[in-house]
């Protein structure tokens, strides 16, 4: 027993550690983080930069992940390509986010009718063809890549929406809320005082859920053509290069590829530890 | 029971006309015309074939047009590939993603369902764990990945089927196991998921109770119950394997629906990519139908009243 009773956030983040695969996963996706960010600074090749004589080499203790046909180092191009996954992940997410929660806020707290015509919207866009959306969205942008960030978060908020909107139904029915009201707290105040700290453990679990699966819409869409534009690169666009090479340069495709399988099994296996440690039951234990 | 069904397809036809329009205005408003790339259109051509596709017409006008041409299951000549119409074009594409899509929709039944089943019936066991580890491996290695993967394995070093294309009879055999490997990843996953919280239940401690076998309790009693979750997942995604991955028939270069919905958008052949949206959109909702009238036949409990 210590003598100081730990918070809410602190027992989740101690029942999250004493997992070892989210242990595991968390040190993976930090070091990864830390990588893709500072390693192009410190490498000693860039993503331009062309070694003719060694061109289409398999990897080798120069170049750790081998070099594509163009003589590039394919490990800074892994690198500069996790920056551009990595951020749109997490920009699409905030965007998914801000929206979807937004939207369950408010039709949680808005009247039965205004609530019924808010998620029957939901529903009718749950029912739309949403990579063929996705694909004409980007047709429409364009191509140009914050709109497409734009475009894949307007996309993956319903779910949010939907959740959110259930826990503020059962939040708003219990006393602590009435208690507010009576004693004077504006619905604003309500909302962001009393709502949003009880729905954010549910926010932080469906946002890491969204992350690996904007990840995976990324790398779609530039696998197809249709997101990042080469020679930028993202990880959809280097397994789309090495898919296209296989035969002669297998590592082109083998490397991106390992990478983003890990990238995703250590964001699932996050999300749903993240899940068990957050879980709103274990919350008031 | 009629009125169940005509409640759900109005709601259905309703989804795919708001489909409709959405594409129609999200089009309207791209930039880019589809005879952009035509250099040296002089402006009485340009006018000419402005008139020839209505394009001179106020929007909501053009969009009425749009839509009587769809009512009319004639959504006109594509933009792109002269002298062929949509129709003509999904309903020759349509048949080829349906071909490698039924066996991974079948596959992904046959393997999931008892994996899942297995999993759910020895919780904690070795087959339990062996059954999820395959369904993380199904999430984290998405088409792309596991396609490229699976080309490379059997077309490249194997040599048992082409490595990509749609000549020979079998061809569609490493896109069907691509696409059926990842979903039954899913479906393992759901089956066990309900299963597991349908065996908890009371009443498949009565039917235990007076004496059911072991196989009676699992397969009359507790699937029933158990399956209403993955046969929500199985309508999108049935609709999806059909109509054809974007990522399969690209990686296999597959002649068929999705592929063609891609060149679409890259080629701005706006009669295509409409048409393909409301194609898509209309199997969903033929196949979410079909999940409600499954489901409501599976647990009297939902029937077919709500709306």
Known sequence: ?285 | MLRFLISRLSQGIAVIIAVIVLTFLMLKAAPGSPYDKERGTSAVAKERLDELYGLNKSVPEQLMLHLAKYARFDPGPSDRYKGQSVTDIIASSFPVSAAFGLPALLLAIGLGVPLGALAALKPGSLEDRAAMLFATLGICAPSLVLGPVIAMTFGLKLGWFNVAGWYDSDDWVLPALTLGLIYAAYVARLTRGGLRETLAKDFIRTARAKGASEGAVVFRHAFKLACLPLLNFLGPAAAGLLTGSFVTEIVFQIPGLGQHLVNAAINRDYALASATAAFYAAMIVVFNLLVDVVQALLNPRIGFQQS
């Open chain 1, 1 to 285: 027993m210590s003598a100081i009773p730990e918070t809410p956030w602190q027992g989740a983040w101690r029942r999250l550690i004493s997992r070892p695969g989210s242990l595991v996963s968390i040190v993976f996706l930090a070091v990864l983080i830390l990588l893709c960010v500072l390693g192009p600074l410190v490498w000693p090749y860039t993503e331009s930069m062309q070694e003719l004589e060694r061109a289409a080499s398999p990897p080798s203790w120069q170049h750790w992940l081998g070099t594509d046909s163009l003589g590039r180092d394919l490990a800074v191009r892994v690198l500069k390509g996790g920056q551009m996954s990595l951020l749109v992940g997490c920009v699409a997410t905030l965007v998914a986010v801000v929206i979807g929660v937004s939207y369950g806020l408010v039709s949680g707290l808005a009247s039965q009718r205004v609530d019924a015509a808010m998620m029957r919207f939901v529903d009718i866009l749950y029912a739309f063809p949403f990579m063929v959306f996705v694909i004409l969205l980007t047709v429409m942008f364009g191509r140009s890549l914050w709109l497409l960030f734009a475009a894949i978060g307007a996309v993956e908020w319903l779910t949010m929406a939907r959740v959110i909107r259930g826990q503020v139904l059962a939040l708003k029915k219990l006393e602590f809320i009435t208690a507010a009201r009576a004693s004077g707290a504006t619905t604003g105040q309500i909302l962001l005082r009393h709502l949003l700290p009880n729905v954010a453990g549910v926010i932080v679990i469906y946002a890491s859920l969204t992350v690996p699966g904007v990840m995976l819409l990324e790398a779609t869409l530039s696998f197809l053509g249709l997101g990042v534009q080469p020679p930028n690169a993202s990880w959809g666009v280097l397994i789309s290069e090495g898919a296209a090479a296989m035969q002669a340069t297998p590592w082109l495709l083998i490397g991106p590829a390992a990478l983003f399988s890990a990238t995703l099994i250590a964001m699932n296996t996050l999300s749903d530890a993240l899940r068990d440690a957050l879980d709103p039951k274990s919350m008031t234990e």
